[in-house]
């Protein structure tokens, strides 16, 4: 889904109620903020970020153990609610030239689209994907302890060579230099652990200083609200101030005045939010790096009390010397060997439970079921160019040529429906279809696309179709029909839609500064 820059500088809040489980939710959004709340407009949750915050909600709210492998990290993470209703949504511009491409931001992930197909067919069931996270995991685990170990070998293989020869006779002013670079760099890391010091305390000056101007802001929000509410309860010509006992004309430009304050400091409420977020992710960032420049000044330390116990404790460490380092490193690396051998054992166990998911008879029929449907769905959006018999596999995509492909891709995307509908108990979310007529279809075929959406789509599916024209096909739904050309809202409801929105928006913003 694309949004223009008009629509993106509007910093529009959105509010979505939506049913699940016999229970009704409301959804707001503002900016990159997010808040689920209940139908009563209690708080449920709020988040400040998609991928770490919204996705796992809703994959444990949808009972969506979907997994994927996410680009920077190739972790696998919990699908983002745009991948979560990518099935569902049909989009104008990217959706009837190709499948599985209608949201932005789907490159989060990496090949993503296999493993959705086969997750959405039922192909690989919700079990399949936790047991791939915890391979995973335990893939990353095993690289990490076999690159430990290899380097503690190697580091073996270098100290033996010295071990037979080893000798604690010191060189005095050898040391005495030695111990010279030690101070030298001891001083130059300490200087720099001040500099991150000052760096912190400005950022945290910072933090503080929005604090204080976010609770003025919240403040100055209740106190208009009160003066508001007083001239709404006090319709005389002139009214008296409860806050400041000044006396100002109680009219309609008046109140629409206060309106206006309180929009203005919550949009100021909003960006100082921003700002907080920005200032926080500083914070953490200069509190890691003082803590790095400890941990170096620590260690730097650390070589200097040992370089000054070798001379005090010269002569009473030899013969055993070479025995404990050797003891050393048999006991690390045999405790190592012990961790891999664990963890390759579990592997190879979840590897093996995995492979029973990834049934081929079950393949074999979701597959089959597929090029049925899709066959029949072709020869009722007249397309005779396309056939899917004998497919070992469900394809990424329908190939086809000129005014056929947009009905061969709605054939695409209903066989996709059906089987899902027939072999997975995933959430049915409600099907978007955006301006079906593309390529210039003929009016036979227009009206056949028409027909065939409402005839096809499942009674428990709800449908939610946007198109021009009908053309000649009857429909007894509910029609909305807009009458102004970028707008979203009719200026007759804007009040009830304020009166709405604003108490969850500041439950939400409430809810994120504390």
Not at 254 to 281: H, N, P, Q, W
């Amino acid at each position: 889904m694309h949004f223009d820059n008009v629509w993106k500088q509007a910093n529009t809040i959105s509010l979505l109620v939506f049913s699940y489980d016999n229970k009704d939710y409301k959804i707001l959004r503002s900016r990159d903020h997010f808040g689920l709340f209940d139908i009563h407009g209690n708080l449920l949750k709020s988040f400040d970020s998609i991928i770490k915050g919204l996705s796992p909600y809703f994959a444990k709210l949808f009972n969506n153990k979907l997994q994927l492998k996410q680009s920077q990290t190739n972790q696998r993470i919990s699908a983002s609610p745009a991948i979560q209703f990518l099935p569902f949504y049909i989009d104008q511009d990217k959706s009837w030239s190709k499948p599985w491409d209608s949201f932005e931001g789907l490159g989060v992930f990496s090949s993503f689209k296999r493993d959705l197909l086969n997750f959405v067919t039922g192909i690989r069931p919700n079990e399949y994907f936790l047991l791939s996270e915890r391979i995973d995991q335990l893939s990353s685990e095993l690289t990490t302890l076999k690159n430990e170990s290899g380097v503690l070998r190697s580091a073996e293989k270098s100290v033996e060579k010295y071990i037979p020869k080893a000798t604690f006779d010191i060189d005095i002013k050898a040391f005495k230099k030695e111990i010279d670079k030690l101070l030298v760099k001891l001083e130059a890391l300490k200087n720099k652990e001040n500099e991150f010091r000052r760096n912190l305390i400005k950022q945290k000056n910072k933090e503080v200083f929005i604090d204080h101007e976010i609770e003025i802001i919240r403040k100055s929000i209740r106190e208009i609200n009160k003066d508001y509410n007083h001239s709404l309860n006090n319709l005389d010509y002139e009214i008296t101030c409860p806050t400041c006992n000044a006396s100002y004309e109680n009219s309609m430009v008046s109140r629409f005045g206060l309106l206006e304050d309180i929009d203005t400091c919550r949009k100021l409420l909003s960006d100082y939010l921003v700002d907080k977020k920005k200032i926080a992710k500083e914070v953490a960032k200069q509190e890691n790096q003082l803590n790095l420049q400890i941990g170096k000044v620590s260690e730097i330390t650390r070589l200097l009390d040992e370089k000054k116990g070798k001379v005090r404790l010269k002569d009473l460490i030899k013969n055993e010397s070479s025995k404990q380092v050797r003891e050393v490193f048999n006991r690390s690396l045999s405790n190592y060997s012990t961790q891999i051998r664990e963890i390759e054992e579990q592997k190879s166990t979840l590897e093996a439970n995995r492979s029973k998911l990834n049934n081929k008879e079950r393949k074999h029929l979701i597959v089959k079921r597929f090029n049925t449907l899709i066959n029949l769905f072709l020869i009722k959006l007249n397309v005779h160019t396309l056939n899917f018999n004998g497919l070992g596999d469900i394809p990424l995509s329908v190939k086809s040529q000129g005014s056929d492909t947009p009905r061969a891709l709605l054939a695409y995307y209903y066989a996709i429906l059906f089987t899902s509908k027939e072999f997975t108990s995933l959430p049915l979310f409600p099907l978007v279809i955006d301006s079906p007529n593309q390529q210039d279809q003929d009016a036979k075929n227009r009206h056949k696309i028409i027909k065939f959406i409402f005839e096809n789509t499942p009674e428990n599916y709800q449908l939610i179709l946007g198109t021009v024209d009908l053309h000649g096909v009857e429909y007894d739904g509910h029609t909305i029909s807009p009458t102004n050309n970028l707008k979203l809202l009719d200026e007759e409801e804007f009040d009830d839609c304020y009166s709405e929105v604003t108490p969850l928006l500041d439950r939400l913003q409430a809810s994120l500064i504390s």
